[in-house]
């Protein structure tokens, strides 16, 4: 949850098959969609090793699947977006979040109770991984995404708890877009709570129990992005949307796990195995053993401010795309795709006119049920689609795919 999340910040996840049985109170031939803005912000709060932060996500992940625990720190660029809750409304900005499933405030902006409210006695509490947590009371309430997006007695958590894993300042909270199991065990007094995706779902606003996600390139001239309830967004793809199945391997297969593999150029770097997609993380993580065969084949050297590798100017230009196999299809993440934005490096701590790859070290080796996350960096090339309805998740090119802009 920024470009990262700490803002810097944040965002996957999930358990399908209980969603997609529900049966919906309403009729759905017609399809019905709704777009929700997002605004990119620059973290100058968060650390600067955005690596390093990323992994501290996914040691979190690992750990705490089975009790809902996402990691919400993060460091550079954070989306998010202005959501009203109450009636009339107030208005929050929070972290948009498909790595969790809580929709929470509190973290800068005080909730403002309206006739709308309803203390349910419950509390939530959700963890982030080390000392980080963020706990209060559930309320139900109505909340606005837009004029299109209206959710009557939606849960909410109000925090109390300010430490909210480093969320503060210019962010409230976090908009959880992830599956409802996750939200399992996390209020006092419900074994689960419907997300906002449910609700949606559920009372009839969409007609489809699935999120398109945009983002483009931080350094690109419209650094806008774009959650699309109900479906995708057509006019933000150039080709088709390619789906492949959720994961069946834990701890993946509770968040948005699927199976890929990776090639650098010719060379297969790490065989088809389980992993996320996650727009809370902000680099692309692969498998220590992967890690290294990528290392050694760009030349990279680690950079100890950044946690980033570092390439000369000579390397960069001989360095080969990386190919994802998903579900049969290829995508061919370019050199251009690998390197941060040469304009933002003094964002993260970097010297102006060196080279950082975005492509890191998960942390663990190949096998542990988690050996890649296709981060922030993976998905501004790439147009999104997360299917509740049909457990899957989908991929399509962008205007943004082969864009040099780095």
């Given at each position: 949850?920024?470009?990262?999340?700490?803002?810097?910040l944040?965002?996957?996840?999930?358990?399908?098959l209980?969603?997609?049985?529900?049966?919906?109170?309403?009729?759905?031939?017609?399809?019905?969609?709704?777009?929700?803005?997002?605004?990119?912000?620059?973290?100058?709060?968060?650390?600067?090793?955005?690596?390093?932060?990323?992994?501290?996500?996914?040691?979190?992940?690992?750990?705490n699947?089975?009790?809902?625990?996402?990691?919400?720190?993060?460091?550079?660029?954070i989306?998010t977006?202005?959501?009203?809750?109450?009636?009339?409304?107030?208005?929050?900005?929070l972290?948009?979040?498909?790595?969790?499933?809580?929709?929470?405030?509190?973290a800068?902006?005080?909730?403002?109770?309206?006739?709308?409210?309803?203390?349910?006695?419950?509390t939530?509490?959700v963890?982030?991984?080390?000392?980080?947590?963020?706990?209060?009371?559930?309320?139900?309430?109505?909340?606005?995404?837009?004029?299109?997006?209206?959710?009557?007695?939606?849960?909410?958590?109000?925090?109390s708890?300010?430490?909210?894993?480093?969320?503060?300042?210019?962010?409230?909270?976090?908009l959880?877009?992830g599956?409802?199991?996750?939200?399992?065990g996390?209020?006092?007094?419900?074994?689960?709570v419907?997300?906002?995706?449910?609700?949606?779902?559920?009372?009839?606003?969409?007609?489809?129990?699935?999120?398109?996600v945009?983002?483009?390139?931080?350094?690109?001239?419209?650094?806008?992005?774009?959650?699309?309830?109900g479906?995708?967004?057509?006019?933000?793809?150039?080709?088709d949307?390619?789906?492949v199945?959720?994961?069946?391997?834990?701890?993946?297969?509770?968040?948005?796990?699927?199976?890929?593999?990776?090639?650098?150029?010719t060379?297969?770097?790490?065989?088809?195995?389980?992993?996320?997609?996650?727009?809370?993380t902000?680099?692309?993580?692969?498998?220590?053993?992967?890690?290294?065969?990528y290392?050694?084949?760009?030349?990279?050297?680690?950079?100890?401010?950044?946690?980033?590798?570092?390439?000369s100017s000579?390397?960069?230009?001989?360095l080969?795309?990386?190919?994802?196999?998903?579900?049969?299809?290829?995508?061919?993440?370019?050199?251009?795709?690998?390197?941060?934005?040469?304009?933002?490096?003094?964002?993260?701590?970097?010297?102006?006119?060196?080279?950082?790859?975005?492509?890191?070290?998960?942390?663990?080796?190949?096998?542990?049920?988690?050996?890649?996350?296709?981060?922030?960096?993976?998905?501004?090339?790439?147009?999104?689609?997360f299917?509740?309805?049909?457990?899957?998740?989908?991929?399509?090119?962008?205007?943004?795919?082969?864009?040099?802009?780095?």
């Amino acid at each position: 949850m920024v470009l990262f999340k700490s803002l810097s910040l944040l965002l996957p996840a999930l358990a399908f098959l209980s969603l997609s049985a529900r049966a919906s109170p309403y009729p759905r031939a017609i399809p019905r969609t709704a777009a929700l803005k997002l605004a990119v912000k620059f973290n100058s709060n968060g650390i600067k090793n955005v690596a390093a932060a990323d992994r501290a996500r996914v040691q979190a992940l690992l750990q705490n699947s089975a009790s809902s625990s996402i990691n919400a720190a993060n460091n550079g660029v954070i989306y998010t977006t202005d959501i009203g809750v109450g009636t009339p409304p107030t208005n929050y900005t929070l972290l948009i979040d498909t790595g969790s499933s809580n929709t929470w405030i509190g973290a800068g902006k005080d909730y403002t109770k309206t006739s709308t409210s309803v203390d349910t006695g419950g509390t939530f509490y959700v963890a982030y991984g080390g000392s980080e947590s963020v706990s209060g009371e559930e309320y139900l309430d109505t909340v606005t995404l837009n004029s299109d997006l209206v959710i009557e007695n939606q849960s909410i958590g109000v925090a109390s708890s300010k430490s909210a894993a480093g969320l503060g300042g210019p962010i409230d909270g976090i908009l959880g877009l992830g599956p409802v199991d996750l939200t399992e065990g996390t209020v006092s007094n419900a074994n689960e709570v419907p997300t906002v995706m449910d609700n949606l779902y559920k009372w009839g606003t969409i007609s489809q129990d699935v999120l398109g996600v945009f983002f483009s390139p931080s350094s690109a001239d419209d650094t806008a992005g774009e959650l699309t309830f109900g479906g995708y967004d057509n006019s933000r793809i150039t080709g088709d949307v390619n789906y492949v199945s959720i994961t069946s391997t834990p701890p993946a297969d509770t968040f948005w796990g699927i199976d890929q593999s990776i090639s650098y150029g010719t060379t297969m770097i790490l065989s088809e195995t389980a992993g996320i997609v996650d727009t809370g993380t902000t680099m692309i993580l692969i498998a220590t053993d992967a890690f290294v065969k990528y290392q050694s084949a760009t030349g990279g050297t680690l950079d100890q401010s950044t946690g980033l590798l570092k390439i000369s100017s000579d390397q960069y230009n001989n360095l080969s795309s990386l190919y994802y196999t998903i579900g049969g299809v290829s995508y061919e993440l370019t050199p251009n795709a690998q390197i941060w934005p040469r304009s933002l490096n003094s964002d993260i701590g970097g010297t102006t006119n060196s080279i950082y790859l975005v492509v890191g070290d998960i942390g663990t080796p190949s096998g542990s049920g988690l050996d890649f996350i296709n981060g922030y960096c993976f998905l501004e090339r790439f147009y999104s689609v997360f299917d509740t309805t049909n457990s899957k998740v989908g991929f399509a090119t962008t205007e943004y795919t082969y864009a040099t802009s780095n």
